[in-house]
């Protein structure tokens, strides 16, 4: 068991303070940037827009008067050095920020964008947050108490995720652009061996599909802790099964490898060896 627990309480005011800050610094921006309020980061389409700096901030804030113990990583502290990935590891409690997921949506305005919240101790999550600002729900997870889709009225339902087992049934996710070109090539043409492969652009969205049981899998590279730590916590309690393609459990202080995310284990096995090409 982690060291640290995200409380009931505390899980509702963290909620609030995502909602919060998605009525107050995005959704006003949404479809209404400016050309000089989206940024370039580390390449042409890794973006940062002000409701991304906007809603980092106030959430950093609010996580501080909220946990004044908490050690608070968000996406744009780390792009600008104010905060360091390295802190999680040691951290008893760390909250991660993804402010804006799927920026680049947002910035375009298309739908496809949420803001995802980890909490960590000592490296290991211990609760997620998967927000959808539009629809104004939410879908959390402690550690050991399952996956929950939640609105504001207070009505909730448990999430389990997908029991489909033939390929051909399947329903994929993926963003090709995460790999070599050589693998880009190899991974499409397993693309017609499934029922329809998915590409969000959004791992809060990513995410949410799988604990609703509408996408069978995910696999993903690029493993920032802001885009995983929660969505793969929630997966788990939604009873899913994930791994680095090596086998090697999956950890928020992980930055490197290919994460297959499936439905059992049984069902990451079989995936893992049509992708072993990229292992």
């Not at 104004?136 to 889709?149: M, N, Q």
């Not at 969000?200 to 493993?223: I, N, P, Q, S, W």
């Not at 950890?251 to 072993?276: C, D, M, Y």
């Amino acid at each position: 068991m982690p060291a640290r627990a995200i409380s009931l309480e505390q899980q509702q005011r963290l909620i609030e303070i995502v909602r919060d800050a998605a009525k107050t610094e995005i959704l006003p921006r949404f479809r209404n940037l400016s050309e000089d309020a989206i940024r370039s980061k580390s390449a042409p389409d890794d973006l940062v827009t002000d409701a991304d700096q906007g809603a980092e901030r106030m959430m950093t804030a609010a996580i501080h008067e909220l946990m004044p113990e908490a050690t608070v990583i968000g996406e744009e502290a780390v792009a600008d050095a104010s905060a360091n990935l390295d802190d999680i590891a040691g951290a008893e409690l760390a909250l991660i920020i993804d402010p804006v997921d799927g920026t680049w949506n947002f910035a375009r305005g298309l739908n496809q964008f949420g803001v995802i919240l980890a909490a960590t101790s000592f490296g290991e999550t211990i609760f997620g947050l998967l927000y959808d600002p539009l629809a104004d729900d939410w879908i959390v997870a402690r550690h050991g108490e399952g996956a929950w889709f939640g609105r504001p009225d207070g009505t909730q339902r448990q999430l389990q995720v997908s029991d489909t087992d033939k390929f051909d049934e399947m329903v994929g996710s993926t963003s090709i652009r995460l790999f070599a070109k050589p693998q880009q090539y190899q991974l499409a043409a397993t693309f017609p061996d499934f029922q329809r492969m998915m590409a969000f652009g959004c791992a809060c969205h990513e995410y949410r599909t799988m604990a609703f049981g509408f996408v069978d899998f995910m696999l993903t590279g690029k493993l920032m802790p802001w885009d995983h730590a929660a969505g793969l916590m929630i997966h788990a309690e939604a009873g899913g099964y994930s791994a680095l393609l090596d086998g090697t459990p999956y950890q928020p202080t992980i930055h490197q490898g290919t994460v297959l995310a499936a439905s059992s284990r049984a069902h990451w096995e079989q995936l893992r060896e049509k992708f072993s090409f990229l292992v």
